[in-house]
């Protein structure tokens, strides 16, 4: 039997991953780090790290257990981040951005990975643009400017992607929640109050039968922090 949080959640992971495979579409994992009431920074645009070793620990072994991770450009040019496995073994996923200007700049740590472009996901026709740092995959965008991620999720796995853990930032997270595509969380609570910007804002329901839930729940702490995961399930009569 699996007796760390780690084994735990990778077994879980997996077993969960197996039941979607008829869905033809790449397992969602949320992953991301918020404070107890709720704050994933203090300001968007601002970094902020809330998670203690032992649970960046823990976010590199859910890397390694996922063929992408998916970030907004908000989350690039906040953090700059590397989204890559150095705190255990295993392999890098592959770095997705939603960025449907392409403003990714060139100097950004995801476009200097070796052997590796960052793929990034936009929704202009952009023939001009030709870097050898990125690979573009062009979708469609809805009339408030956001990518399609549906079909995002279905170019993924035309290409062999079959898990994605999207680590932030607030806007894509919301999205995946709202477009009732994020499948799992994985979600570390960090003993902090910081009245900041939150990651879950407006899903645009009104009834209790029709929030997401969280179906059935784990959870365990990991030295100072709280790490609760689950299957998300959406819809009315979910209760
Ligand atoms: N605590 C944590 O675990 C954690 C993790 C990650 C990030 N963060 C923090 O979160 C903040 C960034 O979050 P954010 O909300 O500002 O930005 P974000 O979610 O990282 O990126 C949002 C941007 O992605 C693009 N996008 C394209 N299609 C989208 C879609 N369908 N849905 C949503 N976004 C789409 C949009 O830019 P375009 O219109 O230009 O395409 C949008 O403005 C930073 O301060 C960072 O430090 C915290």
Redesign the pocket.
């Known amino acids: 039997m699996p007796k760390t949080v780690s084994d735990k959640i990778e077994r879980w992971l997996t077993q969960h991953r197996q039941s979607l495979v008829a869905l033809q579409k790449p397992q969602v994992t949320l992953c991301?780090?918020?404070s107890w009431d709720g704050s994933?920074?203090i300001r968007?645009?601002?970094?902020?790290a809330?998670s203690g070793d032992a649970s960046m620990r823990l976010t590199h072994l859910l890397r390694s257990l996922h063929d992408g991770i998916l970030?907004?450009?908000?989350?690039v040019l906040?953090?700059n981040p590397q989204l890559t496995v150095r705190e255990c073994e295993g392999v890098s996923p592959q770095a997705i951005v939603?960025?449907?200007?392409v403003?990714i700049p060139e100097n950004a740590r995801l476009c200097q990975r070796q052997g590796q472009k960052c793929w990034v996901v936009t929704s202009v026709d952009q023939p001009e643009i030709s870097r050898q740092d990125i690979e573009l995959i062009r979708v469609a965008s809805s009339a408030e400017?956001?990518?399609d991620?549906e079909q995002v999720l279905a170019i993924l796995w035309q290409k062999g992607v079959r898990s994605v853990m999207v680590?932030?930032?607030?806007?894509?997270i919301n999205?995946f929640i709202k477009a009732g595509l994020a499948d799992a969380i994985v979600l570390t609570v960090a003993p902090r109050l910081v009245g900041g910007?939150k990651a879950i804002d407006n899903l645009g329901l009104s009834h209790k039968a029709e929030l997401p839930r969280i179906r059935p729940i784990h959870t365990q702490s990991l030295g100072d922090d709280l790490i609760m995961w689950g299957e998300l399930h959406y819809g009315s009569g979910n209760d």
């Open positions: 991301y780090a918020q994933i920074t968007p645009g601002e970094a902020l809330l970030v907004g450009i908000g989350t906040a953090d939603l960025d449907s200007a403003r400017n956001e990518l991620l680590e932030g930032g607030a806007k894509v999205a910007y």
